[in-house]
């Protein structure tokens, strides 16, 4: 497929903006697990932070296929910032979007889509993530509206966000089918943040665990019909995985690009390592992994885009890229050799950002889980 | 309160209309210059089909549009190329400037410096402007000669290689850098400057300005529009082919101990440099 002259401008764009804005200090944020707050306001001049939001609510009005483009701009030099991005953008904003009413929407997506606000989603917990059955956390009609009670796990954004959307038990006789979201925001009283999690990677995102303790919301905090939070939850997540695939392009791109730089000034036995069939092997598959997982993900983007159904083709562009973002990755490391070893050079934070990937939204198991249900009904 | 806010908006208004400038930035599409190139042939190959805004005209046009925004004005671009050079346009609308002029020619259409010049002087007899900006050269020929051919043939006063350029009453004061020090050139309106891509650092478009890129205009004026004659646009000069840089010999390289080097050193001196 071929970009339109639109989308090749917005790629550009974002390209120009990771190599002038993100790219500088990418490994001393790691280093210092610190999260980039001064980067969120430039982030949000450039509409990054609501790419396929309506203009009418605060977002740049452009699609998933742009949003793409961005995620794999930024992930191809700082993946943590991309997920920041494409946590934000895809999961709270991208819940609210999808079942928000328009004075809901008017009230929280407009800020976080015009990136003044940053959004968390709680679904994952101590004991359950992708099996709705396992869910603690409870919210309890109390009058006119909510208690909530509980606490969500490895949650992006729970220091830093402002909105977040979380998913929580409201009749557990209904199993999946009794679980709904709401709106919690930050500063409500008895909903509070834990300690950062040290993490293998995507440091300079912020982790942490979220905890409940008698939360009283109003009605007006619930986003979408009762019991509908984790049928919800699950078009939330096919949207989710398309950000993940495209951070996954993002990072095999990355490894490709610092391999061929490598290996044309590194020589040994007389000529550039690039020279050498071995080599030339392994970055002819990273190219051929990044061509072929960024045409999986933008297909599930295009599909998302034209309100087709695209849980299997979202999962398939998360599951491919992901896993070959880790392989790639340690490629990039092989062919660096004692360099790769080190933090001087990119690719082991590469391989370290890399592995979340299997992991966040739905891990390998999970998607394979998704599409083997697609093929046997 | 209402009266006071009327007072001060039309004085504002006042101060800014009596600096208004109109710029014209002569904006060209090259190829993208960090891609991979090789000569084969006498023919210069590249793999990458991917083309951009000429740095240095992108400075141009940020320059532009940082004047306008603080004095008031309006910031026009115009590019010669073929239709996909038309890309070009939206990336300098997306940034800001608020109307395109597209002239079209076949790519690859040979025009040295003279001819664009010639093209760009016809269209320019047509438009009204206080200045006009463009890159003191293009990335992909370095030939550095049709801001000034262009001012030549317009008649108008002309400042090459600015670094920088602020409005001064009826002039812009433009900044050339040398070795050790600075100089400032007055030059009246309306005039040409040429731009040095030293002078700022261009602004990446942000989605908004994509988004509000689609619906500002893009005119096509083709060059017999502008009674131009294809005989006359014809290149005095032809780039013959392209060769490669010839290898410099590699260096002489001697081991010894220090006097029997400096015994070698002033020998090869004296009867191979001849220096003394």
């Not at chain 2, 001697?254 to 003394?276: C, M, P, S």
Request: net charge neutral; with cysteine; hydrophobic share 40%.
């Amino acid at each position: 497929m071929f970009l339109s002259p639109d989308h090749e401008l917005i790629r550009e764009t974002a390209r120009d903006f990771a190599l002038q804005r993100v790219a500088p200090g990418v490994r001393e944020r790691d280093e210092a697990e610190a999260f980039p707050h001064d980067l969120i306001p430039e982030l949000a001049d450039m509409g990054f932070l609501g790419i396929y939001h309506p203009t009418e609510y605060g977002g740049a009005g452009y699609d998933t296929l742009a949003f793409c483009l961005v995620i794999e701009e930024i992930a191809r030099w700082d993946a943590s910032l991309a997920l920041t991005i494409a946590s934000h953008t895809s999961l709270g904003s991208g819940h609210i979007a999808l079942a928000g009413t328009h004075e809901q929407k008017e009230r929280w997506l407009t800020p976080l889509a015009q990136g003044k606000v940053l959004a968390g989603w709680g679904l994952t917990e101590a004991g359950s993530g992708s099996d709705a059955s396992g869910m603690k956390t409870t919210a309890v009609r109390d009058g006119a509206g909510w208690v909530l009670n509980g606490s969500k796990m490895f949650i992006t954004q729970g220091s830093v966000g402002g909105v977040f959307v979380i998913l929580a038990v409201t009749d557990r006789s209904k199993g999946a089918k009794g679980v709904t979201a709401f709106v919690v925001e930050a500063g409500t009283p008895g909903f509070s943040h834990g300690p950062k999690f040290h993490k293998l990677g995507m440091n300079s995102s912020d982790t942490r665990e979220l905890r409940f303790e008698d939360v009283r919301i109003p009605d007006a905090n619930r986003l979408g019909d009762l019991g509908m939070g984790f049928v919800d939850t699950m078009k939330v997540l096919d949207g989710g995985r398309i950000g993940i695939a495209a951070l996954g392009v993002g990072l095999i791109r990355g490894a490709l690009e610092e391999s061929v730089s490598y290996a044309k000034q590194r020589s040994q036995f007389g000529s550039p390592i690039g020279d050498f069939q071995a080599i030339r092997f392994k970055m002819s598959d990273m190219d051929m992994w990044m061509e072929a997982g960024r045409a999986l993900t933008h297909r599930a983007a295009q599909l998302k885009d034209a309100g087709r159904p695209h849980t299997r083709e979202a999962s398939i562009a998360k599951l491919y890229t992901s896993e070959h973002a880790t392989k790639a990755a340690l490629e990039a490391i092989q062919i660096h050799g004692g360099y790769g070893y080190t933090k001087e050079y990119h690719p082991e934070r590469f391989l370290r950002d890399a592995k979340l990937l299997e992991i966040g939204e739905g891990t390998s198991e999970v998607q394979r889980m998704v599409i083997g249900k697609k093929l046997m009904g | 309160m209402i009266r006071f806010l009327g007072i001060f908006r039309l004085l504002k208004i006042a101060k800014k209309s009596a600096f208004r400038m109109n710029f014209i930035v002569c904006i060209k599409q090259v190829p993208d210059v960090s891609a991979p190139v090789s000569i084969r042939d006498g023919h210069l190959q590249t793999d990458s089909d991917r083309m951009v805004l000429n740095a240095y005209d992108a400075s141009a046009v940020e320059e532009a549009l940082v004047l306008t925004e603080k004095h008031g004005g309006r910031v026009d671009v115009v590019l010669i190329g073929p239709e996909k050079a038309k890309e070009t346009i939206r990336k300098a609308l997306a940034m800001g400037a608020e109307a395109g002029f597209h002239i079209p020619v076949e790519d690859g259409a040979g025009y040295d410096s003279a001819g664009y010049a010639a093209i760009l002087a016809a269209f320019l007899k047509t438009h009204s402007y206080d200045a006009i900006l463009t890159g003191k050269q293009s990335q992909d020929t370095d030939s550095g000669l049709a801001g000034g051919m262009l001012a030549d043939r317009l008649g108008l006063p002309y400042a090459a290689n600015a670094v920088g350029l602020e409005l001064e009453g009826n002039a812009l004061l433009v900044k050339r850098q040398g070795d050790t020090a600075q100089e400032m050139v007055l030059v009246p309106l309306p005039g040409v400057v040429t731009c040095s891509n030293d002078m700022n650092n261009p602004r990446i478009p942000s989605l908004k300005g994509i988004m509000a890129s689609k619906k500002k205009e893009v005119t096509t004026v083709s060059p017999a529009e502008l009674g131009l004659d294809a005989a006359a646009l014809k290149p005095a000069t032809v780039v013959t082919g392209y060769r490669n840089v010839p290898a410099r010999n590699p260096g002489k390289k001697f081991e010894a101990d220090a006097e029997e080097l400096a015994r070698t050193l002033v020998g090869l001196l004296q009867n191979e440099a001849k220096v003394i």
